[in-house]
């Protein structure tokens, strides 16, 4: 069973328009969450990540927001660039220390 | 710093062949993980070494998957027999633990092997 979806598989959005990327968790525990942004052909890099004490954290054109009750998370670019286009993973940190991943959100941004 | 290494990028190989995935974490990093993606279950933590000790293996798959790390600056994941359902992409990472918690901002990750079983 997943403990971490993806339900979209992919996005398409307009340069200059938002990006929005949705992650649901199952375990309320979960107490730290990150985005790792992935190139073809590359490792996964890390994006931003967000404490369960907080229910936004920025990074410039990033912004990630945790909705606790509703056992949410979401990633907002903007403005979208091109070179956003990638697989964005979010993951969250369980009690053993290990990161789990959900499936992954092909965003493609469009000139 | 030449980044986590992994290698081959590319293994192609025939259902039953042994299989040996091989990976050089970023010097000075004491943590080192092994990852596996593929469409349906996304990336998934296979196991993970912690100054060279295995300290979970939960999610390696079965007993056909076999994961060593000798020194600090060599790890490798051995597949044996191989099956044409391990075909995906295999991680390597690697991470410097901050202070008592795990610091999973810093997992470091490789280009990946991209294994393909016939």
């Known amino acids: 069973d997943q403990q971490v979806k993806q339900n979209s598989p992919s996005l398409s959005v307009q340069e200059g328009r938002i990006s929005i990327l949705n992650c649901d968790y199952t375990?309320?525990?979960?107490?730290?969450f990150l985005w790792y942004k992935k190139y073809p052909a590359e490792g996964p890099t890390f994006l931003i990540s967000i404490s369960s004490i907080k229910d936004k954290n920025e990074d410039g054109r990033f912004t990630v927001f945790l909705n606790k009750s509703a056992k949410h998370l979401s990633l907002h670019i903007v403005p979208s660039q091109p070179g956003d286009s990638a697989v964005y993973f979010c993951a969250v940190l369980n009690q053993g220390g290990k990161l789990i991943f959900g499936q992954g959100t092909e965003l493609s941004v469009k000139p | 710093d030449a980044g986590v290494i992994q290698s081959p990028r590319h293994e192609v190989t025939e259902m039953g062949q042994e299989v040996t995935l091989r990976c050089k974490p970023i010097s000075g990093h004491n943590s080192l993980f092994w990852y596996r993606q593929t469409m349906m279950r996304g990336l998934e933590l296979l196991i993970y070494f912690n100054n060279n000790v295995p300290i979970d293996d939960s999610g390696m798959p079965e007993d056909r998957f076999s994961a060593k790390m000798p020194n600090a600056s060599f790890s490798t994941l051995k597949i044996q027999p191989s099956e044409p359902r391990d075909s995906a992409v295999y991680f390597c990472?690697?991470?410097?633990?901050?202070?008592?918690?795990?610091?999973?901002?810093?997992?470091?990750f490789g280009p990946g092997t991209r294994l393909t079983v016939l």
């Open positions: 990472a690697s991470s410097q633990p901050a202070g008592q918690g795990w610091n999973t901002d810093t997992q470091y």
């Open positions: 375990n309320s525990m979960f107490d730290y």
